[in-house]
Nanobody
Framework: QVQLVESGGDSVQAGGSLRLSCAASGDTIGSACMAWFRQAPGMEREAVAAIATGGYSTYVADSVKDRFTISRDNAKNTVYLQMNSLKPEDTAMYYC???????????????????WGQGTQVTVSS
């Protein structure tokens, strides 16, 4: 079992920055691949970024590429999502997810992740 706790969500103005954190505990083998997803009201959950165990392989959605960066600190069992140049369309609940399967295999498929956090709200105003 892996427990995930997100933090860092806030309300910011367009153009601002936020850094989200996801602290993992429990069976760390189950968090070989960790990812961030987001879900806006009335929308499907969509992938934002994923990162492999060693942190050397990352996958970032085209919609946020060049603005968002995913990283991880394995010593702290924590994954981060640095979000810059935020836009109103980035407004959503952001979820951390983890799985034991390697990241290269469908990193953006919601159904491939077995562990989820409760989410942290990001609101971007224009």
């Amino acid at each position: 079992q892996v427990q995930l706790v997100e933090s860092g969500g806030d309300s910011v103005q367009a153009g601002g920055s936020l850094r989200l954190s996801c602290a993992a505990s429990g069976d760390t083998i189950g968090s070989a691949c960790m990812a961030w997803f987001r879900q806006a009201p009335g929308m499907e959950r969509e992938a934002v970024a994923a990162i492999a165990t060693g942190g050397y392989s990352t996958y970032v959605a085209d919609s946020v590429k060049d603005r968002f960066t995913i990283s991880r600190d394995n010593a702290k069992n924590t994954v981060y999502l640095q979000m810059n140049s935020l836009k109103p369309e980035d407004t959503a609940m952001y979820y951390c997810a983890a799985r034991s399967m390697a990241c290269w295999h469908y990193p953006f498929r919601v159904d491939k992740y077995g562990y989820w956090g409760q989410g942290t709200q990001v609101t971007v105003s224009s």
